[in-house]
Structures are given as structure tokens and as C-alpha cells.
């Protein structure tokens, strides 16, 4: 069995065939889905699928890009919801900051003082977070090292920094897509035998970052099988057993999954 800890059902591109999608998942062995609250917008969407599948979970948060739109008091009245798993996805990214050096400080400060802020409410929860690093590994590390509790959570998309593997005893798990099949992932390849197993989940990002032999095709949680297989042949265990292992890893990180 698969958790795929990480998939944007409540995006639009699922609108019409949701059903189907979680069929396909349910029939190649994913047994839960876990959808990011990245995005308030959609919020409700993504309680509306938890509500109607037993298999479906989410988080409740801000992803940096809408660092903006922050509004905790809006976001209050859902976490308490009981199939509200974690806080995120949440954290740093550099990528897309302004040409000016001045904005570009401001945006980075903006995105640092609303990302610790939803780590310190994970940790008065009790709640993992979902961390989101794109181009900001240091200070990303810094504000988990510094604020993180010990409830921890996973770096989605994990990208092959080593100096994020410290995370590992502060019960950080490290989320490995569909990258892992790209044929340019040669960092990450060479750096995942390095993630102790017992912190090791699958995710898709889905319907973003579509494994090979699919990529540039909308993403799915069924498209699990193919990172798996992927992460066994590089573990070098049998991919049944590699499932078995980041599903034990899931549902102790994600404790409220049943």
C-alpha cells in the first residue's frame, strides 16, 4: 500500500474526473491522500473531498508565494477539523524574488515572519508541518532548527540538499516525487541513498512534476507506482517492501491518518 502524502486534488484541473483519479490511485494500492493547504482559495474544496472520501486528508496553510494573503484567523476554523492532518504547505522560496534588492529583502523577510508563525502554531497544535523549500535551504534550516517542534514534518519535494539531512533528528521526513525518475535528478539520485529509511514518504505534487514516463502530462496520485519504483531500485529492496516502509514512515508522521 501507498500514501501519497502530497496531491493537489482540490486544484481545477481535477474538477471533472476526481472520482476516476482516486479510483485509478485506489487501484494500483494508494490507500490515502493528503492535500496541501497551499492555497485558501481552495480551501473549502479540498474539505469538501475529505468529507466525501474516507481516504482523503489535508493541511491547513499559506505556501510562501501567498505569503500576502496570510490570514490565520481565517484559516483557525478549519484546522480543528478532524481530518486536518498537518500545517502547510508552508516555508521559503527564493526563486521568483523582485530584481531589486530592496524588494527582494522585504519579500524575503515577509516570507520568513509568516513562515514562523505557522511552525510555532504547528508546534501549539501538535501538528507536523509541510515545508516548502525552493532556493532558501539556509534560512530554511535555520527557522526549523530554531523554532520546529518536535512533532517535525516533511520537506515536500525534497531537493537534495544535504545540509537539510540535520533535519532528520528533529523527526523531519523528506518527501521524494516523481524528480527522482527525471533524467537530469543526478543530485538527488546521488544524495537519496543518504535519507535513512525510516524517513523516507512518497509524494506526487500532482498534477505538478508528473513522473517518467509521463512527465509533461498531468500528474496523478496512480502515478505513485512509478516513484516507487524508482526509490526501490535505488534503496535496493523490493518495491513492496519500500512501500511498506514509507507507509509505516507516513502514518507516524501523519498520526491522524487512520
Not at 27 to 34: H, N, T
Not at 84 to 97: N, W
Request: hydrophobic share 35%; net charge negative; aromatic share 10%.
Amino acid at each position: 500500500m501507498i500514501i501519497d502524502t502530497h496531491c493537489h486534488l482540490d486544484d481545477e484541473r481535477y474538477r471533472e474526473d476526481v472520482s476516476e483519479v482516486v479510483e485509478r490511485a485506489k487501484a494500483i494500492g494508494v490507500e490515502c491522500f493528503i492535500i496541501p493547504g497551499a492555497d485558501p482559495k481552495t480551501l473549502t474544496r479540498a474539505i469538501e473531498l475529505s468529507e466525501k472520501y474516507d481516504e482523503i486528508y489535508f493541511a491547513v496553510g499559506v505556501h510562501p508565494y501567498d505569503a500576502r494573503n496570510y490570514q490565520k484567523d481565517f484559516l483557525e476554523e478549519f484546522v480543528q477539523h478532524p481530518k486536518c492532518v498537518a500545517i502547510g504547505e508552508c516555508g521559503l522560496d527564493y526563486f521568483r524574488l523582485p530584481e531589486s534588492q530592496e524588494e527582494s529583502e522585504i519579500e524575503k523577510k515577509l516570507q520568513q515572519e509568516v513562515f514562523v508563525d505557522q511552525i510555532l502554531w504547528a508546534k501549539e497544535l501538535k501538528l507536523p508541518l509541510i515545508v516548502h523549500v525552493r532556493e532558501s535551504s539556509a534560512d530554511c534550516l535555520e527557522l526549523l532548527e530554531k523554532y520546529a517542534g518536535s512533532e517535525g514534518g516533511v520537506l515536500h519535494c525534497y531537493n537534495a540538499d544535504e545540509s537539510l539531512l540535520k533535519l532528520a533528528s528533529k523527526n523531519f521526513y523528506y518527501g521524494i516525487g516523481g524528480v527522482l525518475t527525471f533524467k537530469n535528478a543526478k543530485k538527488l539520485i546521488n544524495v537519496y541513498p543518504k535519507i535513512p529509511n525510516d524517513k523516507l514518504i512518497i509524494e506526487t505534487d500532482a498534477p505538478y512534476l508528473t513522473p517518467h514516463p509521463y512527465r509533461g502530462k498531468r500528474n496523478e496520485p496512480s502515478y505513485t507506482k512509478y516513484i516507487a519504483s524508482k526509490m526501490a531500485e535505488l534503496s535496493v529492496i523490493e518495491q513492496e517492501q519500500l512501500e511498506s516502509i514509507t507507509t509505516k514512515n507516513s502514518k507516524r508522521l501523519f498520526s491522524k491518518i487512520k
